[in-house]
């Protein structure tokens, strides 16, 4: 029993990771001229060839390297890269238009370079004292704040509403909108 639930388990697990691969590959121009099953077949094929360095004498040390990074360095990457994509490239065209771009730029670019450029200073060039990192952003962030503000030339509740959150809080109202059209009858 238990070794057919892992096997399905294997099988399940193997199917949504080809299936997300796919559907990126397919969404390209290039993947649209490609039949969907010769691509689901060429990364069948690509992902057993792949699998087979685990098979070998040091495979379990090879996915123990594997692993750590997979699940610490680039777990941590995309979700940094989706909330970048979500809260700061998400209508950004639109609020550009309707506030100072300099004020948005001063904002985005400077919390970005300090996540960017500070937390993996403390983390690897200064770790035994990374903790000093966390003030120093704060500090930072919150003199981005200000200068922001004092740029945009607007009250503080438009540019709260505006600059500070401008594509989380409509993405936000975005999917309250949809949950709560899926939640009412009819």
């Given at each position: 029993?238990?070794?057919?639930?892992?096997?399905?388990?294997?099988?399940?697990?193997?199917?949504?990771?080809?299936?997300?691969?796919?559907?990126?590959?397919?969404?390209?121009?290039?993947?649209?001229?490609?039949?969907?099953?010769?691509?689901?077949?060429?990364?069948?094929?690509?992902?057993?060839?792949?699998?087979?360095?685990?098979?070998?004498?040091?495979?379990?040390?090879?996915?123990?390297?594997?692993?750590?990074?997979?699940?610490?360095?680039?777990?941590?990457?995309?979700?940094?890269?989706?909330?970048?994509?979500?809260?700061?490239?998400?209508?950004?065209?639109?609020?550009?238009?309707?506030?100072?771009?300099?004020?948005?730029?001063?904002?985005?670019?400077?919390?970005?370079?300090?996540?960017?450029?500070?937390?993996?200073?403390?983390?690897?060039?200064?770790?035994?004292?990374?903790?000093?990192?966390?003030?120093?952003?704060?500090?930072?962030?919150?003199?981005?704040?200000?200068?922001?503000?004092?740029t945009s030339g607007v009250s503080?509740?438009?540019?709260?509403?505006?600059?500070?959150?401008y594509g989380a809080r409509k993405?936000?109202?975005?999917?309250?909108?949809?949950?709560?059209?899926?939640?009412?009858?009819?």
């Amino acid at each position: 029993m238990l070794a057919t639930t892992l096997f399905t388990l294997g099988i399940d697990s193997a199917f949504s990771l080809l299936e997300a691969t796919s559907t990126v590959i397919y969404d390209t121009e290039a993947g649209r001229k490609i039949p969907r099953k010769v691509t689901a077949l060429i990364l069948c094929v690509f992902g057993c060839c792949v699998s087979t360095l685990f098979c070998s004498n040091w495979g379990f040390t090879l996915f123990d390297v594997v692993d750590h990074y997979l699940s610490v360095y680039l777990m941590l990457l995309l979700g940094i890269l989706q909330c970048f994509g979500s809260a700061w490239v998400y209508e950004a065209e639109n609020v550009m238009h309707e506030v100072n771009t300099r004020s948005v730029a001063i904002l985005a670019g400077g919390y970005w370079a300090l996540i960017l450029i500070l937390i993996p200073c403390a983390q690897f060039i200064f770790p035994e004292t990374a903790w000093v990192a966390i003030p120093i952003f704060w500090v930072i962030t919150i003199i981005l704040w200000i200068v922001s503000f004092m740029t945009s030339g607007v009250s503080f509740s438009h540019w709260y509403s505006t600059v500070f959150f401008y594509g989380a809080r409509k993405l936000s109202r975005c999917m309250s909108k949809l949950t709560v059209g899926e939640l009412q009858p009819g």
